[in-house]
C-alpha cells in the first residue's frame, strides 16, 4: 500500500512489513493481470511493484538473476536454447547471454505490460530484450510449455509468487511440462519462495518439482527487498542421478568475471541447507 | 520508531524501513546506556528493541547466534574457557555451553537492563545465564580486555552497532586487547554489520580486525530481521595461518545435532562470498 510518501510491503498479514520511501511515484498501470507501479527511492534506484509487491529494484535485482540464471545454466551440458518463463524485466535474458554457447532464448511473458514498463522505466536492465537472440512470447507459460517436446537446454521459470496468474507456475503439472520441454542434459531452475517465513509453501513447491523431476534440489540466495532477505530456488535435471555439485567449472569461472554476485563458490555454497530447512523438506 | 500500533526500524537514513505490528507494548525502560522494549508480535514472539533498533526476536534469533557462536567454538583448538562481549540477553552463553569442553562463560555487558529485561521477558532464551560455569560481570568490555592477557580459548564479539556505547568495540586497538586475550589456538569471532547496504563500513571493521589479528575471514548468515537480511560476522585466529574451512568436523557435527541453522556444511558455505563483497575487501 502507498502511505504518505511510504510503499509499504506487509507481509504474513500484517505482521511485519518491508517499507520504502517513494521519492517519485514514475508509473500506473493496470493491465489484465495486476497492477504496475514504478517508484524512485534515492538508495534503490527505481523499484517495479506488481500488485504492492516488490519484483526488483535496481540496486539489488543482480542477487536473484544471478542465482536464477546461472547456477542452471552452468549445470546444463551445452546451453544453447533457454526458455524463461515470466521475466518480463529482461534481466534473466541479459544473464542467459552472457553464456557463449546460447543462440536462442525464448521469454514467454504473460503481462506485456511488464515488457514495456521494463522497456523504458528499467532500459539499463532490459537491454537485452532487443538481442536478435531473443524471441519474446506474449501469452501463458502454462500453455505454450504444453506445447513443447524436448527443445530447451536450460528452463527458467522467474515467476511472481503463487497467488494470482502464477497459481499455476507451481503445480506437479506444470513442472512435468517443463521437464518434457528439456532436451537431453537439460536442466530447470525455478524460484522457490522463502524458506525463512513461508517454509511450508517451500516444502509443497519443492515436493512437487520432485514428482515431476525424480529430483529438486533447493539452493539459497539472499535478496535484501524480498521478504526475511532469505529466499530459494530448485535446480532439476533432465536426467536422474545428477550431482547439483558437479557443473562446468570453467564456463562458471569465465561468467563469473561478468558478475556481480555468481562465482562457483557460492554456487556451491547456496547448496548448504540450514537445519531447520533440511528438517521441512 | 512507534506509530499507531507499528514499529517502524529505518534503514539508510529513512530510505527503507523494516516494520512489525506491535500487539503490545511489554516493557519500556531507559537505561543510563540506552532506550530498551520488549513488544510482542503474533509471527515474531518477543522482541529486544535497544535504541529502537531490533535486536532480536524469539523466532528467528537463532540464526545470529548459531553462526557467531559454533563458527569459533569449533574453530578453537580446545574450548575450555570462553568470553562474551555483550550479548546481556543471553543466547551466546546459551550456544557456547552446547560444547562439552566449556568450563567457564564470562558474559561482560554493560547495560545491566539488558540482562534483567532477558530474564523477565525472554525466560526461555536467558535460562543459561543461571549456569553455575557462568559468570556475569557487569561492566565495559572494552576497559575489562584490558586487563587480560592469554585467558580465553574464545572471544564472541556480540555488539550492537557502531554507534552509541558500541563504537569502541570496533577499533583496532580494542581488537589487539582481544588478541592479547586469547590463549594459543584460540578464535575470536565478532558482529561485523551488513554487507548489502552497508558495505563500506563492513570493509573497514574486517580491515581493522586485520591490522589487530593478522587475519580476518569474513563469513554471511541470513537473520531476517537485520536490515537487508544479510549479515557478516568476522572469524580471526590467535596464530597465523590457519584455514577457516578447517575446523573440528566431530565437535561441529556433535553440536549441529542440537542446533536449529548449524551444521558443517554451512559453517564451510558460510565463508564463500560474492563477488561484490570480495571486491570490497
Known amino acids: 500500500m502507498m502511505k504518505d510518501d511510504w510503499f509499504i510491503e506487509e507481509y504474513k498479514d500484517q505482521v511485519g512489513a518491508l517499507s520504502f520511501r517513494v521519492e517519485e511515484l514514475l508509473f500506473e498501470g493496470k493491465s ?11 538508495f534503490f534506484g527505481n523499484i517495479m511493484l506488481l500488485d504492492d509487491l516488490v519484483m526488483l529494484t535496481e540496486k539489488d535485482e543482480f542477487f536473484y ?13 551445452n546451453p544453447e536454447q533457454v526458455l524463461i ?41 532490459a537491454s537485452m530484450l532487443n538481442d536478435q537472440r531473443v524471441e519474446i512470447r506474449v501469452g501463458d507459460g502454462i500453455e505454450y510449455t504444453k506445447s513443447l517436446q ?42 522457490t519462495e522463502s524458506p525463512a517465513w513461508r517454509l511450508e509453501d517451500v516444502a509443497v513447491i519443492r515436493s512437487n518439482i520432485e514428482k515431476a523431476f525424480g529430483n529438486a534440489h533447493l539452493y539459497l540466495c539472499p535478496i535484501p527487498c524480498y521478504p526475511s532477505g532469505l529466499w530459494s530456488f530448485t535446480l532439476s535435471f533432465k536426467a536422474h542421478g545428477k550431482d547439483p555439485l558437479v557443473f562446468d567449472m570453467e564456463r562458471a569461472n569465465a561468467v ?12 556451491k555454497a547456496a547448496f548448504a541447507l540450514p537445519n531447520f530447512i533440511r528438517k521441512a523438506l
Do not use: W
Not at 65 to 77: F, I, R, T, W, Y
Not at 102 to 122: K, Q, S
Open 150 to 191: 524436448s527443445e530447451f537446454d536450460c528452463i527458467l521459470i522467474d515467476s511472481t509468487d503463487p497467488i494470482g496468474p502464477a497459481v499455476g507456475l507451481f503445480t506437479i503439472e506444470f513442472y512435468a511440462n517443463v521437464r518434457d520441454a528439456l532436451r537431453e542434459g537439460g536442466v530447470m531452475s525455478a524460484q
Open 256 to 267: 563469473a568475471g561478468d558478475c556481480t554476485y555468481y562465482n562457483p563458490e557460492v554456487h
Open 85 to 125: 518463463i515470466g521475466g518480463g524485466d529482461g534481466c534473466s535474458v541479459r544473464e542467459a547471454l552472457k553464456h557463449k554457447s546460447v543462440n536462442r532464448v525464448v521469454l514467454c511473458e504473460i503481462d506485456e505490460m511488464v515488457i514495456n514498463v521494463a522497456r523504458e522505466y528499467f532500459p539499463g536492465l
Open 65 to 77: 538473476h544471478d542465482m536464477l540464471v546461472h547456477v542452471p545454466m552452468v549445470s546444463a551440458a
Open 32 to 42: 489484465p493481470y495486476q497492477d504496475i507501479k514504478v517508484v524512485y527511492n534515492p
